[in-house]
């Protein structure tokens, strides 16, 4: 069966003729095309008459103008697509003249035709070559050089556009006298010269929407990616922080359990009867009431930084990642006032700090942490300051190690 349409191999698009496929080509650089069998679709609307050939174009026709009767005329349409190639009516003539001249003295010498000097001169003055003036010039009939200005820009995509014509030697073209005044065709070539450019900045504009377009792609493509990546991270986190909880747990309870095995091996050697769990319940939250009724003040400063870290702790015991932070960032302010003593930058602070309020100056205890080891609010409290000569080392060294034991030890704060 013939072929019915040419279908592109790289999109699959369908064109119903060998011109469509050469402007099918030229717009999107695809290259590869084969017979089908399959018609073009040629759907007409009702209303207006206007002819779609996808269900596509149909729809958007639909959405514009709200036309939605279409008369499928595929099968009229249809009809065995031709695979040769346009001709241009003039070139078959010249073709036909060419092939009459052969054939009438086959040994004739070609030659290229005579054409109309100061035209020539003139389509050179313009820009144009040599050869593409000459050629305009012959096949205009050396008629003006604005038909020959004319018929350049109409060619300029000629395959053989640049190429010297020929015929025979015997032949002669009739020079005819330009018809443009100077300032005519100084107007003329301003035009050739504002039609090129105009087609240049549509092209560039093209090709910047084209690229723009990629860009957008490509930054959707890197957003969702990046996307993904911090919902990974941030599932990962969670489950670590679960199994460290549940690590904890399993750790407190065999803790628990071994005091528990302690106690009723230090009670056997003793010779007293087992505790009676049912009777050591009740007697535990009277304890811990006693405790929390008579709080007991640390008496010594190292005992106070513990209870301000342990404070700081049990505050915020849901954010274990906030309190991590809290202690790392009070660890660096007392290393740095620690070992460069004589920097007055590491020693002073500003409250209302967007960074230091976010991981100490909320904190329960952050501030107060900070004033035992020897920082003072100056200037309306705006500042906390270490003076130099009020630094004691023996005083920031226990606070590092407080703060080292703190972050180390899980347990801290929690039993």
Request: aromatic residues 4%.
């Amino acid at each position: 069966m013939a072929g019915l349409s040419l279908q592109c191999g790289e999109c699959g698009t369908l064109m119903k003729s060998v011109e469509e496929a050469q402007e099918h080509a030229e717009l999107t650089s695809h290259t590869s095309f084969s017979e089908s069998t399959e018609p073009v679709l040629n759907l007409v609307c009702s209303t207006c008459g206007k002819p779609c050939r996808s269900k596509t174009e149909s729809d958007l026709h639909t959405k514009r103008t709200g036309h939605s009767e279409f008369v499928d005329k595929t099968s009229e349409a249809a009809k065995p697509i031709s695979l040769e190639a346009p001709k241009n009516p003039k070139e078959d003539v010249d073709m036909a003249d060419a092939v009459d001249a052969s054939s009438s003295d086959p040994k004739e010498e070609m030659v290229v035709p005579e054409v109309n000097e100061k035209l020539l001169e003139e389509l050179e003055a313009m820009g144009f070559p040599k050869a593409r003036s000459t050629r305009a010039l012959h096949y205009c009939g050396n008629a003006s050089l604005e038909a020959a200005a004319n018929w350049i820009v109409e060619h300029e995509n000629d395959v053989d556009i640049d190429e010297m014509p020929l015929v025979p030697v015997n032949t002669k073209a009739e020079a005819s006298k330009p018809s443009l005044t100077p300032e005519e065709m100084r107007i003329k070539a301003q035009e050739l010269k504002e039609r090129a450019r105009k087609k240049k900045e549509e092209e560039e504009k093209r090709m910047e929407r084209e690229r723009e377009k990629e860009r957008i792609r490509v930054g959707k493509e890197l957003l969702e990616a990046k996307r993904m990546e911090e919902e990974n991270e941030r599932k990962r986190i969670v489950a670590l922080r679960k199994a460290e909880k549940e690590e904890e747990k399993r750790a407190r309870e065999k803790i628990r359990q071994k005091l528990e095995e302690d106690k009723a091996e230090r009670r056997r050697k003793l010779g007293l009867p087992p505790e009676d769990p049912a009777a050591v319940k009740p007697a535990a939250p009277v304890v811990e009431e006693k405790k929390s009724m008579l709080p007991m003040r640390p008496a010594t400063k190292s005992e106070q930084m513990r209870e301000c870290l342990r404070s700081l702790k049990q505050a915020h015991k849901d954010d274990d990642a906030k309190v991590k932070t809290a202690f790392n960032t009070l660890l660096t302010y007392i290393k740095n006032a620690a070992t460069k003593p004589d920097e007055e930058k590491f020693r002073k602070i500003r409250l209302s700090n967007a960074a230091f309020q976010e991981r100490v100056g909320k904190m329960e205890g952050g501030i107060g942490f900070l004033e035992l080891c020897g920082f003072e609010k100056i200037e309306g409290g705006e500042f906390l300051f270490l003076a130099r000569d009020k630094i004691d080392m023996a005083v920031l060294s226990s606070a590092g190690t407080e703060l080292n034991n703190a972050i180390k030890n899980p347990f801290f704060g929690v039993l």
